[in-house]
């Protein structure tokens, strides 16, 4: 069993739809939970970041953190063509130099 | 914010020649640098992490010698692949964690693409 599961998609929705998108995990030390936005052939973009659990809202984004289900998600409101990129969730251990641990990264098109 | 370089963008080298790829950090300081390698259509995956002044950790499976990690400068980490192979072409990411106030957000450079022919 992978630390991070991440449905791999592709996931494929109409413009100015939400978007949910999850990772679930099963190392309870996680403690930062970050998503990152990737465009093909590009490097990733740090979108949102939490400490431990509840929500964070940034415009458009939110970010949710359950640690007691071990569950993240990001919802994306209003999505745009532009929003179309692998979504990947990352999540390191309290303590460390952040060493990232990835899931595998939701592919996302937002279609006119 | 943040802004991580690397250099060059792609490459392509012949079968058992060497490649340098540099991360740099351009507005700030990076104690700490991670190299990441990515296939396609599949995650990053940690390959080792380089601490400015020390020698790098790599994790399990990658071997050492086959990719050296310098990390001569708080701004510039290198990742040299030796004696390349088809095997090894895949698309090289680096990133550099945020000295400032002990944050923990990692940011990314545009990646490299490595081709051997």
């Known amino acids: 069993q992978k630390e991070v599961e991440q449905d791999p998609g592709p996931l494929s929705v109409p413009e100015g739809a939400i978007v949910s998108l999850n990772c679930t995990y099963s190392?309870?030390?996680?403690?930062?939970f970050m998503w990152y936005r990737q465009y093909s052939r590009k490097g990733p973009e740090l979108l949102m970041y939490?400490?431990?659990?509840g929500n964070k809202e940034d415009g458009r984004f939110t970010a949710q953190v359950d640690k007691s289900s071990k569950y993240i998600s990001l919802f994306i409101r209003d999505s745009q063509p532009s929003d179309s990129a692998t979504y990947l969730c990352?999540?390191?251990?309290?303590?460390?130099?952040?060493?990232?641990?990835f899931g595998t990264g939701t592919r996302l098109q937002v279609t006119l | 914010g943040a802004v991580v370089s690397q250099h060059p963008s792609r490459v392509i080298c012949k079968s058992g020649t060497s490649v340098k790829i540099e991360c740099r950090s351009l507005?700030?300081?990076?104690?700490?640098m991670f190299w990441y390698r990515q296939f396609p259509k599949q995650s990053l995956m940690l390959m080792a992490t380089?601490?400015?002044?020390?020698?790098?950790?790599?994790e399990q499976g990658v071997e050492k010698d086959k990719f050296l990690i310098n990390h001569a400068s708080l701004t510039l980490s290198t990742l040299t692949v030796t004696s390349a192979h088809p095997e090894d072409s895949s698309f090289y990411i680096c990133?550099?964690?945020?000295?400032?106030?002990?944050?923990?957000?990692?940011?990314f450079g545009p990646g490299t693409r490595l081709t051997v022919t």
């Open positions: 990133s550099a964690n945020s000295r400032a106030g002990g944050s923990y957000e990692q940011y």
């Open positions: 190392n309870s030390a996680f403690q930062y």
């Open positions: 939490t400490y431990s659990s």
């Open positions: 990352a999540m390191t251990h309290t303590g460390t130099a952040s060493k990232l641990t």
């Open positions: 507005d700030f300081q990076a104690t700490t």
């Open positions: 380089s601490n400015e002044g020390s020698k790098a950790t790599y």
